[in-house]
């Protein structure tokens, strides 16, 4: 299996429904802030809305990071907004929500379940120049959490700017990093 880690997205336009409105959404809207793409199998479903919802719930700490998220599956935006206004969990959403009814962005991101037209549980962290620093991948019956979403973000965000020094394990803002060096080897 190939590793999109490191890799530049691939050009994407797709239809989203975002706060009570059609919009279209590119790769080119990305460049020049971190984005995170969470996509899930279908709206209308019963892990969707819990981790749609949990990121909902961690939304404006991302923002406050300078992060946009954006929720795919390969529903149209037509059907984001009825389960918008059908589920008040998915109400709690104020991110874009793209519709890939071809599946485009799903192949490009490699989480295409062809068999089914479905999108795997996947969470990319996508940095400014628009290349994939972080991916989860998940089987369709485990959710994921927002919380490990924001600190992997924080760490990413990190390293970006912090050259030479590396995050450890369950590393939070504020804690000690790495410098990896001969001095380390075998120490930890």
């Known amino acids: 299996m ?10 994407f336009k797709a239809n989203a429904y975002h706060n009570g409105e059609f919009i279209e959404v590119s790769s080119d809207d990305l460049k020049g802030k971190w984005s995170v793409f969470v996509f899930y199998p279908a709206d209308f479903t019963f892990v969707c809305p819990t981790e749609l919802g949990d990121v909902a719930d961690h939304y404006a700490q991302l923002q406050e990071m300078g992060v946009e998220v954006y929720s795919v599956s390969t529903d149209t935006h037509f059907t984001h907004k009825a389960w918008h206004d059908a589920s008040e969990t998915i109400q709690k959403i104020k991110f874009p929500m793209i519709g890939d009814p071809t599946g485009v962005i799903s192949r490009n991101f490699e989480v295409m379940i062809e068999e089914e037209g ?22 369709l019956g485990i959710g ?25 394990a369950s590393w939070q803002p504020g804690e000690e990093t790495l410098s990896p060096s001969l001095d380390l080897v075998g120490k930890i």
């Open 2 to 11: 190939s590793t999109l880690i490191n890799t530049e997205i691939k050009p």
């Open 118 to 139: 479905l999108a795997l549980r996947g969470t990319f962290i996508v940095n400014p120049e628009g290349v994939i620093k972080a991916a989860e991948i998940n089987d």
């Open 144 to 168: 994921r959490n927002a919380k490990d979403l924001v600190r992997r973000v924080q760490a990413a965000q990190y390293v970006a700017t912090h050259d030479g020094e590396v995050c450890p």
